[in-house]
Nanobody, 123 residues
Framework: QVQLRESGGGSVQAGGSLRLSCAASKYALSDYCMGWFRQAPGEEREKVATIDIYGSTKYAESVKGRFTISKNDADDAEANLFLQMDRLKPEDTAVYYC??????????????WGQGTQVTVSS
């Protein structure tokens, strides 16, 4: 069972930055595709960014050039996935979720989810 725990959400003005973290086991960070998703009220869940087992990253068009997904070297038993969010816009307001896909290449369903962290961007 993979446990994921997000932190780092909050409120910020448009143009500002936030960095989200997702604590996970070293095993998950090294062997799983990891991703960030978001869901705004009344909207469907959106895939924001993913990083596969080879370190290849993909981004939604709406966040390209503004968001960066990364993970640490997983030297410790608990490692972290990050989402650096710069030049934030009000439309980035949502609950952000960390998720894991056990096959590693980000082309299957994400079976493991964190509880979510709220990001609110004011204009």
């Amino acid at each position: 069972q993979v446990q994921l725990r997000e932190s780092g959400g909050g409120s910020v003005q448009a143009g500002g930055s936030l960095r989200l973290s997702c604590a996970a086991s070293k095993y998950a960070l090294s062997d799983y595709c990891m991703g960030w998703f978001r869901q705004a009220p009344g909207e469907e869940r959106e895939k924001v960014a993913t990083i596969d087992i080879y370190g290849s990253t993909k981004y939604a068009e709406s966040v390209k050039g503004r968001f960066t997904i990364s993970k640490n070297d997983a030297d410790d038993a608990e490692a972290n996935l990050f989402l650096q969010m710069d030049r934030l816009k009000p439309e980035d307001t949502a609950v952000y979720y960390c998720a894991g896909e056990a096959f590693g290449l980000c082309d299957r369903d994400f079976a493991y989810w964190g509880q979510g962290t709220q990001v609110t961007v004011s204009s």
